[in-house]
């Protein structure tokens, strides 16, 4: 079974509190319930991780190159700082799409910028937790399409 890495940033542990006007009354652990059970359905194995830490994602996304086919990224803030998770994203080379629960270009102008978006596969944000789940249909798609044997 194919396992794919779903990485969460800084910040996304308050999901369900935080500014629920934007990113909605669903917690982090209604997120994972939601991926899971997406993830199931589409026959891929898990891995669900949050920190508030740059390093850990870095090493986080190094580890995925070995025990992983693809990742879903929402990198909160550092999506719009880190150089650091761009050069990851690209050394690894692993089919990655980046998530957000908002629409980052109908906010404040510096949440336009992405590291992330010239190293991913593809870019989806504005569906809340549903967000998600585009994004593992997506990726279990190329998945399917990029299969050997
Ligand atoms: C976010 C959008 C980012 O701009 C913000 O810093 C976040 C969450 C989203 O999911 O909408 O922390 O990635």
Known sequence: M????????PNLNLLGTRE??????DTLADVEARCAARCKALGLGMVFRQTNVEGELVTW????????AGIVINAGAYTHTSVALHDAVKAVGL???EVHLSNVYKRESFRH???????SHGVI??????????????????LNTTRKG
Request: glycine content about 12%; aromatic content about 10%.
């Open 95 to 97: 089919p990655t799409i």
């Open 20 to 25: 629920p006007e934007i990113y909605g009354a």
């Open 125 to 142: 944000c504005g569906f809340g937790v549903q967000s998600y789940e585009l994004a593992l249909d997506g990726l279990s798609g190329i």
């Open 113 to 119: 910028h992405s590291y992330l978006s010239p190293v």
């Open 2 to 9: 194919k396992t794919i890495y779903i990485l969460n940033g």
């Open 61 to 68: 996304i190094h580890d995925a190159r070995e025990k992983a």
